[in-house]
């Protein structure tokens, strides 16, 4: 039987500005690994609130933060919205606003601080590779079709695995981007698998979005997923 959960908005500072979030959990009261949940660029969606009920009933402690707390909360599905709240948002405050769910993530009870990891997609894709070469905090990362930074002198600080899902027929980003992080990786001697779906768009993993969405390949990357978070976070 699956376990029951408890889920609710928090908030918790980040430098002069409050931070939202979702945090959901198993109810037993046990010491779990973490994730952290990086959202689209839509904002902090129901999609997004149920990607984290669904690592929670896998075990683990898990948030989504709103990083469009500094915009006002924000949640939309017109793309062009989408688009100039990320583009809005600059890379550094969204990066502070990780760091203070890093932080607020080591206070919940029962959340193991040496077992946390981070996921993202599109927009919280490129999040979540990110994050983890700003600190060594996150010990796994599979971020979803987010952007490879260019030029890749970030990746040389990258502490933790990272399994990076990505559909070849992806209009935003390029397979020359995959290769890219694939030769960084590889240069850096970084611990990281590429795995790439043929005939997957973008956003293939989002089930609420019937043009695009996989459901084979979407069911594949959360087994894969999962097995990678389970070897990486010993659940």
Not at 19 to 35: C, D, E, H, S
Not at 142 to 150: D, I, K, L, W
Not at 186 to 202: L, R, V
Request: charged share 20%.
């Amino acid at each position: 039987m699956a376990e029951a959960l408890n889920a609710s908005m928090v908030q918790y500072p980040s430098e002069k500005v409050t931070v939202q979030a979702y945090l959901v959990a198993p109810q037993t009261k046990k010491t779990r690994a973490a994730m952290i949940v990086v959202q689209e660029w839509w904002g902090l969606s129901d999609h997004i609130k149920d990607i984290a009920r669904r690592y929670a009933g896998e075990g683990y402690v898990a948030i989504a933060p709103d990083l469009y707390s500094r915009l006002g909360h924000k949640v939309t599905t017109d793309a062009d919205e989408a688009a100039k709240l990320m583009g809005t948002l600059r890379q550094e405050d969204g990066l502070t606003d990780l760091h203070a769910t890093l932080a607020y993530l080591k206070t919940v009870p029962g959340v193991d601080a040496n077992r946390i990891g981070v996921t993202g997609f599109c927009m919280g894709g490129s999040y979540t590779l990110m994050l983890p070469c700003t600190t060594t905090a996150i010990k796994a990362a599979a971020p979803y079709y987010g952007q490879v930074p260019n030029p890749d002198t970030p990746l040389q600080k990258l502490a933790c695995p990272v399994l990076y899902i990505y559909g070849e027929d992806d209009g935003w980003i390029t397979k020359a981007d995959v290769q890219r992080l694939a030769t960084a990786l590889k240069k850096y001697n970084k611990q990281g698998e590429i795995k790439t779906y043929p005939g997957a768009p973008h956003a293939f993993f989002n089930d609420t979005r019937k043009d695009v969405y996989k459901p084979a390949e979407a069911k594949d990357a959360w087994s894969r997923t999962l097995a990678f978070f389970r070897l990486h976070l010993k659940t």
